[in-house]
């Protein structure tokens, strides 16, 4: 899985879109970019992912660059409950490799303030 | 929704005794996954498991850790001897396979070991 780098932490007022970027210069062709959070002492939870598009659901936004060298998470309205470690994650997708594990990095400890 | 459960929430054992963490994964799932953090550090990788066989395994999954489905429902994480180094939180996490957003893994609150 190709390596990615993450701001160690950011802040972001409350009600104000939070963008958190990922560099992934290394991403192959057929890896995808995920992103998971982490909000304290819960288990990680999946947000969004993508190859190449710009991705959107429920909870945020995934704007990939047109060389896919880097992202940006968006999460449009953050609330304080958005408080969250972020995880850029890079890789094949399960269905191409079967059971795969998730590889952690140390994330982007974001903060949102009231 | 449906969730992954995990029991107990917190087990504080002494060292050199056996624990068994327990995971109820979602009940459609066909991957299921053992995943630890030490305070303060990294979410790693231990184990995964399909079709009743280890699919994967990392470093840190030595002989004193197994893992087992002994039933249609739980997944549990054996520690045969545990030692200091073995606290932390343990995250189950299954994921159903197959395309789409289900595709992905879905994780539980966690399990929280203390050796003393």
């Known amino acids: 899985d190709a390596k990615t780098t993450q701001p160690t932490s950011m802040d972001c007022a409350e009600g104000r879109a939070a963008n958190l970027p990922c560099n992934h210069s290394t991403i192959s062709g057929n890896e995808y970019v995920y992103w998971y959070r982490q909000i304290h002492s819960q288990g990680p939870q999946y947000i969004i992912h993508?190859?190449?598009n710009n991705e959107t659901n429920e909870m945020a936004s995934l704007i990939i660059t047109e060389d896919r060298k880097s992202s940006t998470l968006i999460l449009p309205h953050a609330t304080l409950r958005d408080t969250a470690v972020y995880y850029c994650?890079?890789?094949?997708?399960?269905?191409?490799?079967?059971?795969?594990?998730?590889?952690f990095g140390q994330g982007t400890r974001l903060t949102i303030n009231p | 929704e449906p969730e992954v459960t995990q029991t107990p929430s917190h087990q504080v054992t002494q060292m050199g005794q056996e624990v068994i963490l327990r995971c109820v994964p979602i009940s459609n799932h066909l991957y299921f996954y053992w995943y630890r953090q030490i305070l303060g550090q990294k979410v790693e990788f231990l184990v995964s498991f399909y079709n009743n066989e280890i699919s994967e395994k990392s470093e840190i999954f030595d002989d004193q850790f197994s893992v087992e489905r002994p039933d249609g429902s739980n997944f549990t994480l054996k520690i045969r001897s545990t030692k200091l180094e073995d606290s932390a939180m343990y995250f189950c996490a299954s994921r159903k396979g197959g395309g789409g957003y289900y595709n992905e893994q879905f994780f539980g609150p966690g399990t929280r070991l203390t050796v003393l």
């Open positions: 993508g190859l190449k």
């Open positions: 994650i890079v890789r094949v997708p399960p269905i191409i490799q079967g059971a795969q594990k998730l590889v």
